[in-house]
């Protein structure tokens, strides 16, 4: 291929959809060893979770993280043959490398549950203990959201400062910096709706509460972290093959013990989205690849930099596009 490197975006949740992954599955051998893998790690049928649904199950935190990780984990595997024109790993582990990331890519991100999807694809973790991690993950986040009714809800058109001030009054946190214009809130539920109420009175264009199942990025996630902060102390982190760009600090790093610390402060910190993607910016980094389900980090980086080229694939056709163009 063209002597040409990718920064690799993958998506958080919200990006699950019933078929996800499927057709790559039934004509790809890169994506069958990941969805074959994860069945036996996860001990139950995410093919079938992905494939056939039903929605209202994949929908929920504890299924849809997993199973968006593990559909962009395999269509990577799928990609990352496609580029090298040939077979992934080795006989009975069919599954790509750090040489390999390192040939065609030279940063990786992911948007919340992206960011450990984006660890694994940097090597920095092997799939199966990235995958248990993602599993609790969804877990925890799943049981504490049962626990505490909360909400999310975006405000269009109000400075940050402004959003924060009402946030402080009201009690709920700024939870996701996406884009120019927009504030992810978060927060026991009567409150974010308070808050979005008064968002709009006060001069926001408009304020949207999210289908989401919880106060994610919120103090209200606190038992999750602590949880999950045990389980990432049994998982073998290392630093990653290429650059890692980290939405809690949106900074350059492979320093694996700050990896792990951001991994568990995700969970109740705000993420850095637009300004991690600055940051891949200014380190001279113009095109991306969206791996895995849905569009929305391509949508994202239009309304931070409209000048990037990012091209979203999650199907053989976007795959096969881009590899023979690479070529061509």
């Not at 999310?152 to 109000?158: D, L, P, R, V």
């Not at 350059?252 to 991994?263: A, M, V």
Request: glycine residues 8%.
């Amino acid at each position: 291929m063209a002597d040409k490197k990718y920064g690799l975006l993958f998506p958080g949740q919200g990006a699950q959809g019933v078929g996800m992954g499927k057709a790559l599955y039934e004509t790809q051998a890169a994506a069958r060893w990941v969805f074959d893998r994860a069945n036996e790690v996860l001990d139950m049928d995410i093919k079938k979770l992905c494939f056939e649904g039903p929605e209202e199950d994949l929908k929920t935190t504890k299924n849809s993280q997993p199973a968006i990780f593990v559909v962009s984990i395999a269509t990577l595997n799928v990609l990352i043959e496609k580029l090298k024109g040939l077979p992934v790993g080795d006989e009975n582990r069919e599954f790509f490398n750090a040489e390999d990331v390192k040939q065609f890519f030279n940063v990786a991100m992911g948007l919340s549950l992206g960011e450990p999807t984006s660890i694994v694809a940097s090597c920095a973790m092997s799939f199966e203990e990235g995958l248990e991690f993602v599993a609790k993950r969804g877990q925890y986040m799943d049981e504490t959201s049962q626990k505490n009714e909360g909400k999310m809800a975006s405000i269009f058109g109000m400075d940050l400062e402004k959003v924060e001030e009402l946030c402080k009054g009201i009690g709920c946190q700024v939870a996701n910096l996406n884009c120019p214009g927009q504030v992810v809130i978060s927060g026991h539920a009567t409150k974010v709706e308070l808050a979005s109420d008064l968002a709009v009175s006060q001069g926001a264009e408009r304020a949207i509460v999210l289908k989401v199942g919880g106060a994610f990025h919120s103090e209200l996630m606190e038992p999750a972290k602590e949880k999950l902060k045990a389980v990432l102390n049994k998982i073998e982190v290392n630093a990653p093959c290429i650059d890692f760009i980290s939405n809690i600090d949106a900074e350059i790093t492979r320093d694996p013990e700050i990896i792990k610390e951001n991994l568990v402060n995700q969970l109740d910190h705000k993420t850095l989205w637009e300004a991690s993607m600055r940051k891949a910016i200014s380190s001279g980094i113009f095109e991306y690849l969206e791996v895995g389900p849905g569009t929305v980090l391509k949508g994202l980086a239009r309304k931070i930099d409209s000048s990037l080229d990012v091209k979203s694939l999650h199907s053989m056709e976007d795959i096969m596009g881009l590899t023979e163009a690479s070529v061509s």
